[in-house]
């Protein structure tokens, strides 16, 4: 998994369980079937593997990337732990993930759902998909130069299972014990309570082992300053504690030569810079403090970069459209635990009362699309009204479900980019009327009891307090008493696992092939009262709950897109989240002495930074001669 800002989400490799599942057939006899007797170089959730086991090397990738130089990014917050086993702390960038440790098998980014032999040498997977077994690779060890043996995955499994975070013990639930079943096999078993899935293996093709011998004489439970041992490229060097720290490359990585990391890895250090402030943040970045940045705010990427620097060339900004899904992206998250919310109508109100055409015109210069879907732009995006497969699903559930699922197309109805959005505001005042909130000396009250329409939105970063000024003028034309709250970091991080808030600014996550699994965490009942993990709005639907489970237990994508379908047409009416807009690409912003492989594509979601760029010594020279001529016009 990928994303530029990586919290312990990296470990949480959910588990579902619905559904047995038929065994796929390969398609043409040059085909690598996902599923054989004997073991594999690699797995592919509904389709053949595209890399036999002698590739050379990812396509996407840059085989003869120079290796060597230095670079740095920034990211808007702080950290205040590298201790990613823990439900405590602010854990940094990158801690975690693939830069620091090894798991089993690499994901391939220009294929959904297909993994690669990485620290495993192999992967054998029942025609029942009852267990996976996977054979350990020799000669990896971890950076003290300890090998990783069969010792580290078992103590590694229980960890996970018994005694880590909650996310982690939640994700291997499904899975009943790991088993040794060679010198360097073993075998993960899945409980014989649970529908075997694809998603179940998916799930064991990311675990990534921890050294046993390290965290037996720590306390995994608490926050943690010093810097874990790993297994992976790099490991943590020179921190500042809540600003900084430098990711350095092992020199003797264990997996150097592997035909999977080939074009990996190619910088020496990698200096992380956390700030409080995006403004200061920016104006770092354009004075050249540090080299990368992924700006998703549309307004800056049109304003902020105008400078000399980019005019000569030394400063790039880029966008690539990229091929993956969206999902929701962002969007404003209500806290149905709250009374207030609990009522359809005022949740449909709220929504309609947000004005999105004219925010993205006014703010984001056009450079937003409307989020209509949790599965945007991917095949379980539901479109127009349900079709026969989608209402086989739906049909048994038409007392359970709103009635304008099956009646009314998932697409909102387009606002008044130019006004003040008038209809939207009567539909929005008559469905507050509607729920028993009425207006007396403009303000919103309730009928019988007088008490005032109030709640608090809370948000973390300025580009959302821009976002949500204008909704706010909004909701008090209505007049709702509300209030927009910018909340320090380690605050939101808090409120945000005990779910105290009325109403926040959330990424939502994107719910594409390979992670369905996210989906439980975020959509599920079980998980709605659990602390710590990402139900935000505090869903609780047994139809939601039924569907999330067809989805996860597909056995084809077909089948998961129609499911995907459903369950878009029911979470779209239930109003708990008004959604923003996902950008029309990816803008990347750097200075011109690092390099990338072509970006982009049908399955690429990734920037590929810092993982498969590279840095560029010609490109720095001129870079620095260009900034000393800048410096003397001046």
Request: proline share 5%; hydrophobic share 35%.
């Amino acid at each position: 998994m990928h994303v530029e800002t990586l919290t312990r989400q990296c470990f949480l490799h959910f588990a579902i369980c619905l559904r047995s599942t038929a065994i796929l057939v390969a398609t043409c006899l040059a085909a690598v079937s996902t599923f054989a007797a004997e073991p594999q170089h690699g797995y592919s959730y509904f389709s053949d593997l595209k890399y036999p086991s002698d590739m050379p090397h990812f396509d996407y990738v840059n085989p003869n990337a120079p290796q060597g130089g230095s670079t740095s990014m920034g990211i808007v917050g702080t950290f205040n732990s590298f201790n990613h086993l823990s439900d405590k702390g602010v854990v940094g960038a990158y801690v975690g993930g693939a830069m620091m440790y090894d798991s089993l098998m690499r994901t391939a980014e220009d294929q959904h759902g297909t993994y690669y032999a990485l620290l495993a040498d192999s992967i054998l997977v029942a025609d029942d998909l009852s267990w996976v077994q996977y054979t350990l690779r020799e000669g990896a060890y971890w950076h003290d130069g300890v090998p990783i043996t069969m010792e580290d995955i078992l103590w590694t499994f229980d960890l996970y299972k018994n005694r880590a975070s909650y996310g982690l013990r939640s994700s291997y639930r499904p899975i009943d014990r790991v088993e040794q079943t060679g010198p360097r096999s073993f075998r993960f078993i899945f409980g014989d309570d649970v529908e075997k899935t694809r998603h179940l293996v998916s799930q064991t093709a990311t675990f990534t082992p921890m050294p046993k011998h390290y965290w037996e004489t720590r306390d995994h439970t608490v926050t943690m300053v010093e810097p874990p041992l790993g297994s992976g490229p790099y490991r943590i060097i020179d921190i500042d504690p809540g600003r900084s720290y430098t990711l350095k490359r092992v020199p003797d990585y264990w997996g150097n030569d592997l035909n999977v990391n080939r074009g990996y890895y190619n910088f020496d250090r990698i200096e992380v810079m956390h700030f409080f402030d995006k403004n200061v943040m920016l104006q770092a970045l354009k004075a050249g403090v540090f080299d990368y940045y992924r700006d998703q705010n549309e307004s800056d990427v049109a304003t902020a970069y105008e400078i000399e620097a980019k005019r000569r060339g030394l400063l790039k900004k880029e966008t690539y459209q990229m091929g993956n899904a969206y999902g929701m992206h962002y969007g404003l998250v209500l806290n149905m635990r709250r009374p207030l919310f609990q009522d359809i109508r005022v949740r449909e109100a709220l929504t309609l009362a947000y004005n999105f055409e004219w925010q993205n015109r006014v703010y984001w210069y056009g450079g937003m699309e409307r989020n209509h879907s949790h599965f945007a732009r991917s095949g379980m995006q539901a479109r127009g009204l349900p079709s026969d497969e989608e209402m086989a699903l739906l049909a048994p559930f038409r007392n359970q479900v709103p009635s304008r699922v099956f009646t009314h197309p998932i697409e909102f109805e387009p606002n008044d980019a130019f006004g003040r959005n008038r209809d939207a505001m009567m539909q929005a005042d008559k469905l507050l009327k509607e729920a028993g909130w009425v207006v007396r000396d403009q303000q919103r009250v309730h009928v019988d009891t007088g008490e005032r329409m109030r709640f608090d939105i809370i948000i973390g970063y300025i580009d959302h307090e821009r976002m949500m000024t204008p909704y706010v003028d909004s909701l008090r034309r209505l007049g709702i008493d509300v209030s927009l709250r910018r909340v320090e970091n380690n605050l939101m991080v808090n409120r945000l696992r005990t779910y105290d808030y009325d109403t926040t600014m959330r990424k939502i996550y994107t719910f594409a092939l390979p992670y369905p699994n996210r989906m439980r965490f975020q959509l599920t009942s079980r998980y709605a009262d659990q602390p710590n993990m990402q139900n935000y709005s505090g869903l609780k639907d047994p139809v939601i709950d039924f569907l999330v489970e067809q989805v996860a237990g597909a056995a084809t994508q077909h089948d998961m897109d129609i499911a995907g379908r459903a369950l878009d047409r029911v979470l779209r009416w239930q109003f708990h989240i008004i959604p923003d807009g996902h950008p029309v690409g990816r803008h990347l912003v750097y200075w011109d002495r690092i390099g990338h492989p072509p970006l982009g594509g049908e399955y690429m979601n990734w920037t590929g930074f810092p993982h498969i760029w590279w840095f560029d010594a010609e490109k720095d020279a001129r870079v620095k001669q260009g900034l000393a001529a800048l410096e003397e016009e001046e």
